[in-house]
C-alpha cells in the first residue's frame, strides 16, 4: 500500500518506519526545520530501540509545500493537537476524496479536524499504546522490544470495509497489534481516559510511568481522574470500550509491564517548553462536563495545574534570556 504520514515526530517515524519495513511505500511530510532538513541531508532517520542499535533508516521527506503526489491510499496523520489545524491547511492541495486517513494522536479534537477535509467514510481514527521519543532532529527512538505495543482503531462510520481490513492487515505486519472495533467514541476516549491520569500526573512530577505506579497512593488517584471521566462519558452517552475497572488495570499495566521508564509525551513537550496537549486531554473532558452540566473538578483543577506550570517555565526563559541580554550590554559597555 502507499502511504504519507504527516507529522513526522516520534509517532509519525514509527508508524511510517515500520510500515516500511513491512513492504510498503511510505513518504514523509513535515514542517519541523531543522529536522527535515537533517533527514534530507543525512538521506534518512538514525533509529534506536530503547536507546541501542543506532541505524540510518532511508526515509523520503518533504515539506508541506513541495510534496504533490496525489495516488496515496492512507494519509496517516500524526502530530501534536494544536499543530493539525495550520498542517491541514498547508497540506490541502495534495488531498482527494480517495484517500483514507487514519491517525492515532492523543486527545479529541482532531477527527472534527479532519472531517473538515474528509468524507466521514474515510476517516479511521484511533489510539496507539506504544511510547516513542523524537531526540532531537534527525533521531528516533523507538522504546519497547518489537511488537510490545498495541492499538485500537474505529471507523469514524463504525463500519469497517474493504479498505479498513487492508490497513488493519498492514498494520500487523508493521507488528503494531492492531485490535479493530466497532465503537469510534468509546475506543478514542479509552485513551483520553488513560492519558489523563498517566500523562498529566507524570509530567506535573516528573516522574516516569513506573515511578507514578509505584506511589502506594497511585491507585486512589487514578480511581478518582477514572470514575470523573466516566461519569462525563455516560452523559455523553458513549459506551466505553473498557469497564471503569478494566481502564484502572490497564493504567496499572501500562505503567509497570510495558512502559515503566517512559516519560509520557506530555512531560517531553513540557520539558521542551513547548505547549502540552492537556486542554484536549483532562480539559476535554472538562468541557464535555460543562455541555452535559456536570463538574469534572478534579480535571478542571489538573488541566489548570499544566497550564500554571507551563506558565512558570516561560517565565523564567523570559527572565533568563533578559539577564543574559543584560550581561551582553554589561560586556559592550565595558563593565
Ligand atoms: N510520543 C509518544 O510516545 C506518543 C504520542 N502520541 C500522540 O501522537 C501525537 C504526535 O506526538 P509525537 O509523535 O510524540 O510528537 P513529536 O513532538 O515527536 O512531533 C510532532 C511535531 O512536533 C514538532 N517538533 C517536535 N520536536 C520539536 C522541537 N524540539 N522543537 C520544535 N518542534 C518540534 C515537529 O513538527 P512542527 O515543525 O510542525 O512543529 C514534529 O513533527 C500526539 O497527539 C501525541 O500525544 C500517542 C502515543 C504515544
Ligand atoms: C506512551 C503513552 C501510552 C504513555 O501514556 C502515551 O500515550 C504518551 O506518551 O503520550
Redesign the pocket.
Known amino acids: 500500500m502507499k502511504f504519507t504520514v504527516v507529522?513526522?515526530?516520534?509517532?509519525?517515524?514509527?508508524y511510517g518506519v515500520l510500515l516500511q519495513e513491512a513492504g510498503n511505500e511510505v513518504d514523509f511530510v513535515?514542517?519541523?526545520?531543522?529536522?527535515?532538513d537533517k533527514m534530507k541531508a543525512q538521506g534518512g532517520v538514525y533509529v534506536n530501540r530503547d536507546h541501542q542499535g543506532r541505524h540510518l533508516v532511508p526515509v523520503h521527506v518533504y515539506y508541506p509545500e513541495e510534496y504533490q503526489k496525489q495516488d496515496q491510499d492512507v494519509l496517516i496523520f500524526?502530530?501534536?493537537?494544536m499543530?493539525l489545524a495550520?498542517?491541514l491547511k498547508r497540506c490541502q492541495h495534495f488531498f482527494n476524496d480517495k484517500q483514507y486517513v487514519l491517525t492515532?494522536?492523543?486527545?479529541m479534537g482532531?477527527v472534527d479536524q479532519l472531517l473538515n477535509y474528509f468524507k466521514p467514510e474515510k476517516v479511521v481514527a484511533g489510539?496507539?499504546?506504544?511510547?516513542?521519543?523524537?531526540d532531537?532532529?534527525g533521531e528516533?527512538d523507538f522504546?519497547g522490544k518489537p511488537g510490545a505495543g498495541s492499538m485500537n482503531l474505529a471507523n469514524y462510520t463504525e463500519q469497517p470495509d474493504e479498505m479498513t481490513h487492508k490497513l488493519v492487515a498492514q498494520l500487523k505486519k508493521a507488528n503494531f497489534n492492531p485490535n479493530l472495533t466497532t465503537n469510534f467514541m468509546g475506543t478514542l476516549l479509552a485513551?483520553v481516559v488513560f492519558?489523563s491520569v498517566v500523562?498529566t500526573l507524570c509530567t506535573l512530577f516528573e516522574i516516569t510511568m513506573g515511578e507514578y505506579a509505584d506511589y502506594q497512593g497511585a491507585d486512589s488517584l487514578s480511581r478518582q481522574l477514572v470514575d470523573e471521566a466516566y461519569d462525563v462519558a455516560e452523559r455523553m452517552g458513549v459506551t466505553m470500550l473498557n469497564t471503569r475497572e478494566e481502564e484502572m488495570a490497564s493504567i496499572n499495566y501500562v505503567s509497570t509491564v510495558a512502559n515503566p521508564l517512559?516519560y509520557?509525551?506530555?512531560y517531553?513537550?513540557m520539558t521542551?517548553n513547548?505547549p502540552t496537549?492537556v486542554d484536549?486531554?483532562n480539559g476535554y473532558l472538562v468541557k464535555m462536563g460543562q455541555k452535559y452540566h456536570y463538574e469534572a473538578k478534579t480535571h478542571a483543577f489538573l488541566t489548570h495545574l499544566v497550564h500554571l506550570a507551563e506558565h512558570t517555565r516561560q517565565q523564567s526563559l523570559a527572565a533568563e534570556s533578559a539577564n543574559e541580554k543584560v550581561v551582553v550590554l554589561k560586556k559592550a559597555a565595558g563593565n
Open positions: 507529522g513526522a515526530g516520534a509517532m509519525g517515524l514509527r513535515d514542517a519541523w526545520q531543522p529536522h527535515v500524526f502530530m501534536k493537537q499543530q495550520d498542517m492515532c494522536m492523543n486527545g482532531h489510539t496507539a499504546l506504544v511510547a516513542t521519543i523524537l532531537g532532529p528516533v522504546v485513551k492519558n500523562n517512559h509520557p509525551s506530555m517531553q513537550d521542551k513547548r496537549e484536549y486531554i
